[in-house]
């Protein structure tokens, strides 16, 4: 079988997506507030690449044992080009607590606000981290 996306899951990750150095290095400062076996669902956005620079963005959702999740959204800045070639900067913050449901819905409006035609990949913590 081929090792392109699984055309059943529309927008389905290809190898490599979600990774490179700028998605490494959020992985890793999101471990550092979140417990990774904690985890429920990562969304990714399409990262932009613009002027030597690119910039990512993820939505973590952490389990909670009301029934709830935290959300939290990390962002990265990663320059790729130029003297400072390298240099990233990075963000992580908790920003909600909220039913599961209320969370896919803010994704595909996200989406749908922005215009942007391909709508963040959900996607398990198995994509960051092993285990």
Do not use: C
């Amino acid at each position: 079988m081929g090792a392109g996306p699984d055309p059943r899951h529309p927008g389905a990750l290809t190898p490599g997506q979600g990774s490179g150095p700028g998605w490494a290095k959020l992985a890793a400062a999101v471990a550092a507030e979140v417990p990774p076996a904690e985890i429920e669902t990562i969304y990714l956005f399409r990262p932009i690449k613009r002027e030597g620079r690119e910039w990512g963005t993820a939505v973590v959702t952490r389990r909670n044992p009301e029934g709830r999740v935290r959300v939290y959204t990390a962002k990265y800045m990663l320059v790729v080009r130029g003297k400072e070639r390298g240099q990233t900067r990075l963000a992580v913050e908790e920003v909600a607590l909220t039913p599961a449901e209320v969370v896919e819905r803010v994704m595909q409006a996200t989406a749908d606000r922005t215009g942007d035609t391909e709508p963040p990949v959900a996607v398990g913590p198995g994509v960051w981290y092993e285990g």
